[in-house]
């Protein structure tokens, strides 16, 4: 599965972003996919998933109530709507994938940044 990211950006604080994941290859195996983060010198942490059939969302304490995370099977996308948005939001996000027989995940899309800042 390969995954393509975009959307982040500079926003000010209390703003709004949407990130936006296109998958590719093959998606036939995916059974989630989610949003991940890495703040400058921290590590990549977990932010929202949804599991590819079902929709079942699981979010970060952190970004629960704010965030949102939706997928769209026909065109193979998964998006990270953000509301009220934190200059600890600031962080390279990355979408990734996670098949059948995986017990992580495992396709990593390229991180887009988001830096929230007045």
């Known amino acids: 599965v390969q995954l393509q990211a975009s959307g982040g950006g500079l926003v000010q604080p209390g703003g709004s972003l949407r990130l ?3 998958a590719s290859g093959r998606t ?5 996919m989610g949003w991940f983060r890495q703040a400058p010198g921290k590590e990549r942490e977990f932010a929202a998933t949804i599991t590819w ?3 079942v969302t699981s979010y970060a304490d952190s970004v629960l109530g704010r965030f949102t ?3 769209d099977i026909a065109k193979k996308t998964v998006d990270l709507q953000m ?7 600031t962080a390279d996000y990355y ?3 996670r098949t ?3 017990s992580r995940f495992e396709s990593w899309g390229q991180g887009t940044q988001v830096t929230v800042s007045s």
Do not use: M
């Open 83 to 89: 509301y009220s948005l934190r200059p600890e939001d």
């Open 53 to 55: 059939n079902g929709g």
């Open 95 to 97: 979408c990734a994938a």
């Open 100 to 102: 059948y027989g995986r």
């Open 20 to 22: 936006s994941c296109a």
């Open 28 to 32: 036939d195996r995916i059974l989630a």
């Open 69 to 71: 995370i939706s997928r």
